[in-house]
């Protein structure tokens, strides 16, 4: 008996030793995970800074993973509203090359990349594409240039190379690289161009009027020959759906007799379909992209897809003939 009781102690130390040791063990390795450093940076690469979404996709084309890319300002965000943070200034300042729209389209961005002590190239890349842009806007009392240029693919074709030509400046080994990089997208886009000719003119000519509540499809409107009509802007938000202020701008859309408008959120949904019914159309349940690419995985993440999706939305909502565009699709 007393052999027995003897041998259970001694099993009973062994066991509780072998948990302490691998409490030990396992504490240890829970310690090093939640301490190991997290380096999200490319070692070796040149650091690009990129504002908007759209200039983000078209450097990436070009760049392909030969340079550490930072794209400042997420594809759910106004340009325009959008207010820099901390590490935007600091990825400003240690950037090797700064791509920026310009024509006012960052204002917030803008003054930091001009505070800024740090000696890198800072590019204004639609400024620098097209330097007498023909379209302006509205803002306030006071006519500003249009900064969104892009919506016309042949502005986005010089546009893309103004990136490469100073993505050379920053890489040159990779000169090679960046030329072919461009040239096939640059022969996407004018592909792109054809195919939305011919989409466009799919549209009954006496429908082809685009009328929505927004200034930054002019570029597109222009390009493909649209009658452009931004009546909506005019609207007071809280205006009663009711009220006789409207029956100008209900008329006006009667006289174009185009199937669809193309409203954003930004309206007051109550005064878009009161407006709707009594003219006699449909809002286009379908969004057009004017100030960013798309999400992630969405149908508009890069810029030919963005380019795609507004077209479809058009052509469906005025009455054309859609008929599906396959890009080579770039690599993200």
Partial sequence: MRKLLISVLTLSILLSACSNQNNAQNSTTLTIRTTAPQNT???????????????????????????????LIPSDTNPRSYQPQLKDRQAIDRAKLVLYNGYNLEPGIFNTIKVSKNPAPKIAVAQVA????????????????????????????????VISNNLKKVAPQNAKLYTANSNKLKNQIVALDKWIKSRIASIPSYQRTLI??????????????????????????????????????????????????????????????????QANVRVSERSLFTNNLGAKGSESDTY?????????????????TYLIFRPINPKS
């Fill in 41 to 71: 940076q490319k070692p070796n690469l040149p650091q690009v800074v990129v504002t908007t979404s759209v200039l983000c996709d078209l450097t990436k084309q070009v760049a392909g993973n030969t340079v550490d890319i930072n794209c």
């Fill in 304 to 320: 030919q897809k963005m380019m795609i999706a507004n077209t479809r939305t058009i052509v469906e909502g005025l009455g054309g």
């Fill in 130 to 161: 097209v330097p007498k842009p023909r379209l302006s806007i509205q803002q306030g009392d006071k006519k500003q240039i249009n900064p969104y240029l892009w919506h016309n693919p042949k502005n986005t074709t010089a546009m893309v190379d």
């Fill in 212 to 277: 929505t509540n927004n200034v930054q499809m002019g570029y597109y409107t222009t390009a493909y020959g649209l009658t452009y009509q931004t009546a909506f802007l005019t609207i007071n938000p809280n205006v009663n759906p009711n009220s006789p202020q409207l029956k100008p701008l209900i008329t006006n859309i009667r006289k174009t007799r185009v199937p669809s408008i193309f409203i954003t959120n930004a309206a007051n949904p109550q005064v878009v379909q009161s407006v709707a019914k």
